[in-house]
């Protein structure tokens, strides 16, 4: 590794980070929506392998730093996974300490990269004696985890009921384009159908505005306005074990630990679980909401990097939650990335973990100190300047493009198709998790059927 693949690095870990801190701010920005696009687009143009992995760590960091900014303030979460902790960041706010409540969340998410990244390395290491044969049964793990996560969603006949039907719809359209020879027979279609899945239900909610009857029905709320309280600003370097007190700070590194080892597990309801089991016996409403928060955005970190780094150093396979969804581009985006030829087999354990410190470091003096000095300033400037959709055009623009250069103008349709059916089971209950296993193990699960 030379000095100029270490510059690049460094300037792609300075972008990610201030782009995510401005992304991480705007509220409803589902994490694979924005960060699954972008990974896949950058492995496309060809860009080093350590440049996009020092990239993705920095802009995750980012993004989970940021994402509950909102939530402190106005009680919209930034993302998906900031969504649990709107409750007890509501307490903080009618107590007058949205500024408290920003301060914590963001030194718990410090604590959750500071413990998560040696966890992960450790984890990868216990693991990596078993990698031959856990990706020798790659087709059938993916199809395990399809019914596990099926058995964990809120509507678990749909879900269970779904698995073969999608695979077929996944499939069906693969064999449709070979058969009309939009791709060769030896390639396959993978990035569009995967980013059809990510903006399902951004696309199924699109679709039912342009039934005029559903869209009269709709409720009318106007401009929402929204109070900023002006926060005491912070002296010096700000120190995340001084923001926290001592048992904050260890609740947050045994979530954080935790969400490591369980980094198979959902990220949200391990979140909801570890948050309200750590916290549950404290009986100041204050007390319990300031530890509760900091543990949930520890575990919230810990468990978006852990479960990115664990399968790639490990596996070079997508088998947690977050490598299957925000961190897919690492993993597969043909034909530059494959499950047989990506970052796990391009770089050393040694090379990913100098690109994970690298883009973590970076995002961490960056987004922390901006987080706690600036935190109001640029939520209002978002919330003003920057529209959500905006940001969804954005990204729905990009998904056209990558459907386009996976398979041409047919699969633009094609990818509508699949979008607009993830939607629909997403809006009855159906996890993205158990979707985007079952896009995994199509090939498999029909090869078996068949």
């Known amino acids: ?25 705007a509220p409803g920005t589902d994490e694979t929506a924005v960060l699954a696009p972008v990974t896949i687009a950058l492995a496309l143009t060809g860009i080093s392998p350590y440049v996009i992995l020092a990239f993705f760590i920095s802009a995750i960091v980012a993004k989970k730093l940021t994402d509950s900014i909102p939530v402190a303030i106005a009680g919209i979460p930034g993302g998906v996974m900031a969504a649990p902790m709107v409750e007890h960041a509501m307490v903080l706010k009618s107590y007058g300490l949205p500024d408290v409540s ?11 990269t500071i413990i998560s990244i040696p966890a992960s390395f450790l984890i990868a290491n216990l693991i990596l004696p078993y990698a031959d044969r856990i990706s020798q049964y790659a087709g059938l793990i993916f199809f395990l985890g399809a019914v596990f996560l099926a058995l964990m969603t809120k509507n678990k006949v749909l879900s269970l009921a779904i698995i073969i039907p999608f695979a077929l719809l996944i499939q069906g ?36 505005l342009l039934n005029k009857e559903y ?13 900023f309280k002006e926060s005491e600003k912070e002296k010096g370097i700000p120190n995340p074990f001084k923001i926290l007190t001592k048992k904050e700070s260890a609740t947050s ?51 978006y990097i852990s479960g990115t780094l664990i399968p790639l150093i490990a596996i070079g396979l997508p088998l947690s939650p977050m490598a299957i969804g925000p961190a897919a581009g690492l993993f597969n985006a043909p034909p530059v990335f494959t499950p047989e030829h990506n970052i796990h087999h391009l770089l050393s354990m040694g090379e990913i973990m100098t690109a994970t410190i690298i883009g973590a470091v970076i995002a961490l003096l960056i987004t922390f100190y901006v987080t706690i000095k ?38 633009i349709f094609g990818t509508i198709l699949v979008a607009l059916v993830s939607g629909l089971l997403h809006k009855n ?22």
Request: charged share 10%; proline share 4%.
């Open 173 to 208: 359209l693969r064999h449709l384009y070979w058969g009309l020879d939009i791709i060769p027979d030896d390639s396959t279609v993978f990035i569009s159908f995967f980013l059809g899945i990510t903006i399902g239900p951004i696309a199924f909610k699109l679709f039912e």
């Open 253 to 303: 590194a045994l979530g954080s630990f935790i969400g490591s080892v369980t980094f198979f597990l959902s990220p949200v309801g391990m979140t909801v679980f570890l948050g309200e089991f750590l916290t549950r016996h404290v009986k100041d409403p204050v007390q319990r909401a300031s530890r509760a928060i900091s543990t949930m955005d520890g575990l919230t970190n810990a468990s």
């Open 374 to 411: 600036y935190a109001s300033q640029i939520c209002a400037f978002v919330f003003k300047y920057i529209p959500h959709e905006a940001l969804i055009g954005l990204f729905a623009g990009l998904v056209v493009m990558l459907a386009y250069m996976d398979a041409g103008w047919l699969n």
């Open 429 to 450: 209950g159906v996890n993205y998790g158990v979707l985007f296993m079952i896009l995994y193990a199509a090939p498999w699960l029909l090869g078996v059927l068949s």
């Open 1 to 25: 590794m030379d000095m100029l693949i270490i510059i690049q690095m460094i300037l792609a870990s300075i972008g990610g980070a201030v782009l995510y801190t401005l992304i991480g701010i």
């Open 215 to 227: 869209r009269s029905n709709q409720p009318r709320l106007g401009n929402k306005e929204i109070t």
């Open 102 to 112: 920003i301060k914590k969340m963001s030194s718990g998410s410090v604590i959750g």
